[in-house]
């Protein structure tokens, strides 16, 4: 096992009912600027929770940020929080509302020429402005920790940031927001949590016994509610389990001490970046390709997943890897998920040299967990999943 530091300072508060809390989350004497999505809080009853909570409370609120949020809307709401002397971010939505909200956290103290250099030139954010989160969307984990990924439509380009001034110090999760989540979303958050664990478990032996195990659970755990939660996300059993998976697979515990990938969702981001296609649906495109290149690096975890996740039994390590790989794919394929960029776009042609240059031009020349990914094979792995 690698050495590793663990430190995760957001408060949850999970459970039903659990937004009426923010009232004594927010202090009383802050000046608010409370951020959400397209206006899907409106129609569910969750932005009335909110603001019966807040009834104290001074807030202003900024709403139409995107999904894959849009840093020219942000820059617009970065301009209230100034014009406003706002002094705390409350986010109400899924990943692109908090992510938004992160991305304002670091931008509302940045001192430099354009907070688009807090993405381009990998600046941390140790300090930001303080915010808590409502989340009404499980898939990105984003209410539990300190990464945001951010969309310039300009330039078609998607790019992370973060730092361990980004954590919300609170979010609350109350399961039941999901019955209004269309269905092609819930498959989207499944899809999106279970490949985050697969990025921080399909890499290499190590000996972390407790990190596999903690892997495997949430991917387990996925599996088996993954019917229920789209056949009736009124199931509070089944939305339960599924927000808590999301949340406990990237929150960085099961990261501790074990080494990480992360290429499937770099190359994933540039597919959203250049054709729009949902987060979830990207990686679902890549990984299948992803593991099938680096089969031999990737196939003693391969087969261990293949046996504890898919109960695969028969044959040699080799076997058991590809035949969890096809399972994988069939996985996806039952959520109602396409795992072939073909089945998104037909202007596919010259995808895999452009974003191979993209990763050069950046000096992204050696990713994954050996650091041997150069932009070459990512081009090789992006034509395999057309
Ligand atoms: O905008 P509104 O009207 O709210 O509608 C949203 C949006 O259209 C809707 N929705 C959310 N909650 C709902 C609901 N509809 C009905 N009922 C509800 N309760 O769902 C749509 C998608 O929302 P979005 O926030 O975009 O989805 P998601 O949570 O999947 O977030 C995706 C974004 O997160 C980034 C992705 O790249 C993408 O930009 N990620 C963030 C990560 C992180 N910070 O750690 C990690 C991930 O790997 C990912 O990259
Ligand atoms: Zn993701």
């Known amino acids: 096992m690698n050495n590793f530091e663990f430190k995760n300072p957001t408060k949850i508060i999970f459970g039903k009912n659990t937004i009426e809390k923010l009232k004594t989350e927010i202090p009383q004497d802050a000046k608010v600027l409370l951020l959400y999505g397209g206006g899907s809080i409106k129609k569910n009853g969750i932005y009335d929770q909110v603001k019966t909570a807040l009834t104290n409370v001074n ?36 990943g692109s509302v908090i992510d938004g909200t992160k991305f304002l956290s670091a ?19 140790n300090k930001g402005m303080p915010f808590g989160t409502v989340l009404t969307l499980p898939a990105t984990g984003s209410e539990m920790n300190s ?20 954590f919300p110090e609170f979010s609350i999760l109350d399961p039941q927001v999901i019955t209004s989540i269309p269905r092609r979303q819930l498959a989207n958050g499944l899809t ?13 032996p190590i000996g972390a016994l407790l ?35 999301c949340t406990m697979a990237l929150n960085g515990l099961i990261q501790k001490g074990v080494p990480t990938d992360w ?24 990984a299948p390709s992803h593991y099938k290149f680096n089969f031999e690096s990737k ?53 895999a040299e452009k974003i191979s240059k993209r990763f050069t031009d950046r000096g992204w020349t050696a990713l994954g967990e050996h650091q041997t990914l150069t932009p070459e094979k990512v081009e090789k792995i992006i034509k395999m999943a057309y």
């Open 59 to 94: 807030v202003i609120e900024f709403g139409g940020i995107p999904a894959n949020p849009e840093y020219a809307t942000l820059m617009e709401a970065l301009k209230v929080i100034k014009d406003q002397n706002i002094n705390y971010l409350l986010a109400v939505g899924g």
């Open 107 to 125: 931008a509302a103290v940045y001192n430099g020429d354009t907070p688009w250099d807090i993405l381009t030139k990998n600046i941390r954010t």
């Open 147 to 166: 990464g945001a990924v951010i969309t310039r439509a300009e330039t078609k380009e998607k790019l992370a940031m973060g730092g361990p001034g980004l």
């Open 192 to 204: 999106d949590a279970f490949t985050h664990v697969l990025e921080q478990y399909m890499t290499y």
């Open 211 to 245: 990190q596999d195990r903690f892997a495997e659970s949430i991917l387990q755990t996925l599996v088996e509610v993954a019917p229920s939660v789209l056949k009736d996300p009124t199931d509070y059993q089944a939305a339960s389990n599924f927000m808590w998976s």
């Open 263 to 286: 290429a499937v969702h770099a190359m994933g981001h540039e597919l959203t970046a250049l054709f729009g296609i949902d987060h979830a649906r990207t990686l679902a495109v890549i």
């Open 299 to 351: 196939k003693e975890k391969l087969a261990q997943y293949g046996e504890r996740i898919w109960n695969i039994t028969e044959g040699n390590t080799e076997d058991k890897a590809y035949e969890a790989i096809a399972k994988t794919e069939a996985f996806f394929h039952e959520l109602g998920i396409d795992t072939k960029l073909s089945n998104y776009t037909k202007e596919y042609e010259g995808t």
